[in-house]
């Protein structure tokens, strides 16, 4: 069985641009997760999708990002236009289960992406 | 609010020796904690959990851990390290009774030393 699969592994881009990082899911988990690290710092929510809706983005830092779950399969995450600040990795994880304690949640290996 | 402190970002052990990354939290309730895993080029694995039933958590690789209210403290020891167990550690928290977001730590990239 595939796990969580994230593209590209590493991103390098220049301030100003756009970057669109993709997550497929391990196939029939229902739940999507994407957290975020900042160097050095901790691994910190960004959002949960349940299929293709939007179940909490509390974590989303602003309105350059946008993030999506088409047809509930893959989802994307866009960075429009990327700043110094948005560098970091960014991993997503899914799970067939909601509810606690979440043992069922499996993660991608993460997006590494420079902003220079 | 709940939150987790890592002590130490580094941390370097002698193979054979006992391994031990500390991790304390704070939660307004009794909280379900964990202990992942991150090998280079990979994806977070789970360690163990804490999740209310016994607090001396054991998990894959033989790694162990101990819940102790008191010390508001989830410490994850191994008694013999192996090279293989050079990664990066993560402690994390969840609130039981609110939402679903995993709180983590900073983490701590441990070292073995042949």
């Known amino acids: 069985e595939a796990g969580v699969t994230q593209f590209p592994s590493h991103s390098v881009i220049e301030k100003g641009q756009t970057v669109t990082l993709r997550c497929d899911p391990i196939?029939?988990?229902?739940?999507l997760y994407w957290y975020r690290r900042v160097m050095g710092k901790e691994i910190k929510f960004l959002l949960h999708?349940?299929?293709?809706?939007?179940?909490?983005e509390s974590g989303m830092p602003n309105n350059r990002f946008l993030a999506e779950r088409t047809g509930g399969t893959y989802s994307t995450l866009k960075v429009q236009p990327a700043e110094l600040e948005d560098s970091g990795v960014y991993f997503c994880?899914?799970?067939?289960?909601?509810?606690?304690?979440?043992?069922?949640?499996?993660f991608g290996s993460g997006t590494q992406l420079s902003v220079l | 609010a709940q939150s987790v402190t890592q002590l130490g970002s580094h941390v370097s052990v002698s193979e054979g020796a006992l391994v031990l990354l500390r991790c304390n939290y704070s939660s307004s309730v009794p909280p379900y904690l964990f202990w992942y895993v991150q090998y280079p080029n990979q994806g977070l694995q789970l360690l163990l959990k804490?999740?209310?039933?016994?607090?001396l958590v054991k998990g894959i690789n033989g790694f162990e851990a101990e819940f102790k209210k008191s010390e508001t403290s989830f410490h994850l020891t191994k008694p013999s390290a192996h090279m293989s167990d050079a990664a990066e550690y993560f402690c994390?928290?969840?609130?039981?009774?609110?939402?679903?977001?995993?709180?983590f730590g900073t983490g701590t990239r441990l070292t073995i030393i042949p």
């Open positions: 999708f349940v299929k293709e809706s939007k179940q909490d």
């Open positions: 804490y999740t209310s039933a016994a607090t």
């Open positions: 994390a928290v969840i609130n039981p009774g609110g939402n679903e977001k995993l709180t």
């Open positions: 994880a899914s799970s067939p289960d909601r509810g606690l304690p979440n043992e069922k949640l499996f």
């Open positions: 196939s029939g988990h229902d739940n």
